[in-house]
């Protein structure tokens, strides 16, 4: 009985998951990813250009997910993209709980559960920017951070979510250098797209693992407010000798990516 509905389940799945308004969605999603990647290499461009930018506050929308929506939401045509984001987002994270559902290897179905998580996150982060009520993505990580460190053996809980960043940061940079990423296209979609994947991965690992050392020197300090996310991680660079060269390069990279989910919209694989 149990591998029946078992059995049904899988098959349910499977076709939610092939529906052409949920594939649809998928590929919209992507895009609109692009252009959340594109705000934020922005934003970073203009940090990076300031003659002595400050680490923290200088009224500049943060370097992250949250600074590209609340730019988005500054516009009448920023919030129809918020609108449309809200939609893409919560399919296309609809089309990956599906994944994981039907795929069969372990691994893969985790990878596709905690991607549908992401995605439902960022939904939900577009739809509150769209209501007027959207966060710093900063300020949730560093209260996250806080509750993580008013617990038993909290430093080291920081530590290790530090340690999955770098991993995932580490991950993406491989997935960069080796290209793998075509494996998530149904076919080849040029060497243009190939080599904006290839530079877009490689920049998003560095500035994950840049986030990573932003948690480890929280966790070793013993303070949450240190745990500033993406943006806090870039910001570190604007301490290093010539830190704003790469700033931009990062920048650049994140812009790459954007260039790269414009091809994944229509090329892959849902």
């Known amino acids: 009985m149990s591998d029946d509905i078992g059995a049904d389940v899988t098959e349910a799945a499977r076709d939610i998951g092939g529906h052409p308004i949920v594939e649809n969605g998928a590929r919209v999603g992507y895009a609109v990813n692009g252009i959340v990647h594109l705000l934020i290499a922005w934003i970073a461009i203009q940090l990076a250009l300031q003659p002595s930018a400050p680490r923290k506050g200088n009224g500049q929308e943060a370097v992250d997910q949250s600074g590209a929506l609340a730019t988005l939401a500054s516009s009448g045509l920023g919030k129809v993209t918020l609108l449309v984001a809200v939609g893409g987002f919560t399919l296309l994270a609809l089309w990956q709980f599906t994944e994981a559902i039907v ?19 960022l939904a939900w982060s577009a739809f509150a920017f769209v209501r007027g009520a959207g966060s ?54 040029g060497r243009w797209a190939e080599y904006a994947g290839r530079y877009g991965y490689i920049a998003k690992g560095i500035a994950l693992i840049l986030v990573a050392v932003v948690f480890f020197v929280a966790a070793w300090r013993g303070r949450a407010d240190e745990a500033t996310g993406l943006d806090g991680g870039l910001r570190i660079l604007l301490d290093l000798p010539f830190g704003h060269l790469p700033l931009v390069l990062i920048a650049l990279g994140f812009a790459a990516y954007a260039v790269y989910s414009a091809a994944r919209s229509k090329y892959a694989r849902v």
Request: glycine share 8%; charged share 20%.
């Open 136 to 189: 710093s993505s900063t300020e949730q990580t560093v209260d996250v951070t806080a509750q993580l460190m008013n617990r038993p053996l909290g430093q080291i809980f920081v530590a290790v979510v530090g340690a999955a960043v770098l991993g995932i940061g580490a991950y993406h940079v491989h997935k960069g250098a080796k290209s793998r990423f075509l494996r998530d296209l149904r076919e080849h979609p």
């Open 103 to 121: 795929r069969r290897k372990t691994s893969v179905r985790l990878k596709a559960a905690a991607k549908g998580i992401v995605y439902l996150s």
